[in-house]
């Protein structure tokens, strides 16, 4: 090897290095989780659910990330997160609904809690002794959209899209009904009561029923609704019934419904109609009459067994009630009253003929002709009495009278009343009879007689015996005949003494059956049960 320019080595070629750029596969992976992670985000905002917020008394049964929200059984949301009110009254459940769920939250969207409940005869939620508690939801189809609600405590009686109607009934009392008490008819339940409240007068109270189809086309207008819980029992002038509609009635009570076809024409009723709940069956058939007369009686013998409610009959056809029975002492006199006030429907009578007669006037003209009030006996076993108008021609002439705000009616004893009147009567007769003085007459007749009877013997002694034999005979029949009968009639004779025994007796009774006529018209029970009520 030689050297060159002074044994210099010579120049080396320096490298150049050229990066060429390239897309390295490491960064697939992680690109293609962020791809995969954003659709997932978006995917899990996309199908991420509304929250909505339930407020409910108690928590009970209730679980954050666990309870669910189920319709018809199906899975529709879930329980996110459970907390307390600001105010410490009531728990808030935050929720998240399923997307597809949200158009049917509106303010008629209803949620509660399912547990296992026995209520109206019904058991329900049973499966939730294993599975728990869930939140039951009835979507709204109606109404504006909403996330807040308030979470009722019992399931809702009616679900939305039943297929049925509602209709709405009035009662004076509330009885044995209650939410979920059955509706039955003709024995057979057909609905339920869905609810019910005091009306704002507090006069009665206002029913919301439900009947399903197609038993809700059987209500009419004319249709009756009557009170069919428990067991109805009646002891009044009428006698004593017992009714019920069925065992189960008697254990939890319903509502029955019927159209009489003895009722006036029917026909589907009006929306707004509001029907009458009657308190019994029997009741159904009485008809309703806006008119009542009021009258005031008298009564001066006792009124047990007479009570408000009971009934004012005329030849025993109900027309009226009775209003009001008070007990007034009169201190002028010295003397008590018991004023009764009745009422009389006169829609119960129905008026013929064409004379034209005011009310007043026409029932004057009656009270002249003998109609008179009198309290009366309906039922010995109960004791319960009743007001009975017809005519007594006999009676004391009366008119109508006005001391007061209402117009008083004439009265008459009670039955028992005039009996013992009349015994009196004949008791005072009897009393009043000279019984000594007539004792004596009978005795002093005999005398004469037997006086007569001497003399006609010693007449009749001159007359030929052998003309006359016949009439000898005659004579001495005669003289036997008397001698009998002042043996059997005279002074110191058994008939005479029997006859002074049976006065005396007959007076005795007739004080006795005054006593009688006196406690029956008190206590006419006692014919039944004897004298101080049913023995052990």
């Known amino acids: 090897m030689t050297e060159s320019n002074g044994n210099r080595p010579p120049d080396v070629a320096q490298a150049v290095v050229t990066r060429k750029k390239t897309f390295s596969i490491i960064w697939v992976v992680p690109l293609v989780a962020l791809i995969i992670g954003g659709i997932l985000a978006i995917k899990a905002v ?6 909505v917020t339930i407020s409910f008394k108690t928590a009970d049964g209730l679980v954050a990330g666990k309870t669910k929200i189920k319709y018809k059984d199906v899975d529709v949301g879930e329980v996110r997160n459970i907390r307390i009110s600001e105010d410490l009254s009531h728990v808030l459940v935050e929720a998240e609904i399923r997307p597809e769920g949200e158009k049917y939250l509106t303010e008629e969207t209803l949620f509660w809690v399912v547990r296992a409940r026995i209520a109206a005869g019904e058991v329900s939620g049973l499966g939730t002794l294993f599975s728990g508690a ?56 057909v609905g339920q009561v869905i609810e019910y409240d005091l009306d704002p007068g507090g006069d009665h109270i206002n029913f919301t029923i439900f009947i399903n189809a197609p038993h809700h086309l059987r ?3 004319n249709t009756r609704f009557w009170n069919a819980s428990g067991i109805d029992f009646t002891a009044n002038a009428q006698g004593i019934k017992v009714n019920t509609e069925s065992l189960v009635t008697v254990l939890e009570g319903g509502i029955a419904f019927d159209t009489p ?53 005329f030849r025993g056809i109900k027309v009226g009630e009775v209003a009001d029975i008070k007990l007034q002492f009169d201190r002028d006199k010295l003397e008590f009253l018991i004023p009764v006030l ?34 009366k006996t309906g039922n010995l076993v109960t004791g319960s009495s009743f007001v009975e108008l017809d005519f007594h021609p006999d009676a004391s002439p009366a008119e109508i009278v006005r001391n007061g705000d ?12 005039e009996i013992a009147q009349s015994l009196s009567r004949i008791l005072k007769k009897i009393e009043k009879l000279p019984l000594e003085e007539i004792s004596r007459g009978l005795e002093d007749t005999l005398v ?77 029970e006692a014919l039944i049960q004897g004298k101080g009520g049913p023995q052990p």
């Open 46 to 51: 996309r199908e991420k659910g509304p929250m």
């Open 134 to 189: 869930f939140i039951g939801i009835e979507p709204g189809r109606k109404g504006n959209s909403a996330r807040r609600f308030e979470g009722l405590e019992t399931p809702p009686i009616l679900t939305t899209g039943q297929p049925g109607a509602q209709f709405s009934l009035t009662s004076e009392r509330l009885g044995s009904l209650s939410v979920g008490s059955p509706v039955y008819f003709r024995q057979i339940k």
């Open 219 to 221: 209500v009419q207008k």
């Open 261 to 313: 076809a003895s009722l006036q024409e029917g026909g589907p009723p009006a929306k707004d109609q509001v029907f009458t709940l009657y308190p019994d069956r029997d009741s159904t058939h009485e008809l309703t009459y806006s008119q009542k007369t009021y009258y005031l009686l008298h009564f001066t013998d006792s009124v047990r067994g007479l009570v408000p409610g009971a009934p004012v009959e």
């Open 342 to 375: 009745i009422f009389i429907e006169p829609e119960r009578i129905q008026v013929m003929g064409q004379q034209v007669f005011d009310e007043k006037a026409r029932l004057q003209v009656l009270v002249r002709r003998g109609l008179r009030a009198q309290l």
């Open 406 to 417: 209402y117009p008083e009616l004439p009265t008459i004893p009670p039955p028992f009343g």
């Open 448 to 524: 004469r007689l037997n006086d007569n009877l001497d003399e006609s013997r010693i007449m009749l002694g001159g007359i030929n015996r052998e003309v006359l034999p016949e009439l000898t005979s005659a004579i001495r029949e005669i003289e036997s005949t008397m001698e009998e009968i002042n043996a059997s009639y005279g002074t110191d004779s058994k008939i005479n003494y029997a006859l002074g025994n049976t006065l005396t007796e007959l007076g005795r009774a007739a004080r006795a059956a005054r006593v009688l006529a006196d406690y029956l018209e008190r206590h006419p």
